[in-house]
């Protein structure tokens, strides 16, 4: 009889011991995921990308889907969820939003308007040299000396003018 008087106080102890010291069950956590598919891209063949603007960001302007080439792998936005892969046509893998780079993530919103800024590129080029075009600035430097040009054309232009308006007054 002793023993069995042992054995119950044993449980109940056991009992009050894990209402007291162990987690409860209304501190339990429940993660409901609802994933939301990537719609299919096919690109038939490798894309000629455009460098955003002062981002060494490059899309091809030719795919309506938003997908950005950065620093050797594809990122592509969807329903708020980001995808990255290795090539143009996937496979496309979702990532946390911690791991986009700032500069793909800081794409202005409209960049699709206005007019391109740069020639399109050949996609093995951009493959190729994305990481000397960046690091020796070269869509910078580029875009200086285009500036310049202008310039120089403008300025040229302007004195042109000016001289023609004084002879016919």
Same mark, same amino acid.
């Given at each position: 009889?002793?023993?069995?008087?042992?054995?119950?106080?044993?449980?109940?102890?056991?009992?009050?011991?894990?209402?007291?010291?162990l987690?409860s069950?209304? %501190?339990?956590?429940?993660?409901?995921?609802?994933?939301?598919?990537? *719609?299919?891209? !096919? $690109?038939?063949? #490798? &894309? =000629?990308?455009?460098?955003?603007p002062?981002?060494?960001?490059?899309?091809p302007?030719?795919?309506?889907?938003?997908?950005?080439?950065?620093?050797?792998?594809?990122?592509?936005?969807?329903?708020?969820?980001?995808?990255?892969?290795?090539?143009? %046509?996937?496979?496309w893998?979702g990532?946390?939003?911690?791991?986009? *780079?700032?500069? !793909? $993530?800081?794409? #202005? &919103? =409209?960049?699709?308007?206005?007019?391109?800024?740069?020639?399109?590129?050949?996609?093995?080029?951009?493959?190729?040299?994305?990481?000397?075009?960046?690091?020796?600035?070269?869509?910078?430097?580029?875009?200086?000396?285009?500036?310049?040009?202008?310039?120089?054309?403008?300025?040229?232009?302007?004195?042109?003018?000016?001289?023609?308006?004084?002879?016919?007054?």
């Amino acid at each position: 009889m002793k023993r069995k008087t042992f054995v119950i106080k044993a449980v109940l102890l056991a009992f009050v011991f894990s209402i007291f010291l162990l987690p409860s069950a209304g %501190n339990a956590e429940v993660n409901v995921s609802v994933s939301v598919p990537l *719609p299919p891209l !096919v $690109i038939p063949a #490798p &894309p =000629g990308l455009v460098v955003i603007p002062g981002s060494y960001v490059y899309y091809p302007p030719g795919v309506e889907a938003d997908i950005f080439f950065y620093h050797g792998y594809w990122y592509r936005p969807h329903r708020g969820r980001w995808f990255r892969a290795a090539e143009y %046509n996937g496979p496309w893998l979702g990532i946390a939003i911690g791991r986009v *780079p700032r500069a !793909v $993530i800081g794409v #202005p &919103p =409209g960049f699709r308007r206005g007019p391109v800024a740069y020639e399109r590129v050949p996609y093995r080029d951009v493959r190729t040299h994305w990481k000397t075009w960046e690091r020796d600035r070269h869509w910078d430097r580029d875009r200086h000396e285009k500036r310049e040009d202008r310039r120089d054309d403008r300025r040229e232009h302007e004195g042109h003018g000016h001289d023609h308006e004084r002879g016919m007054r």
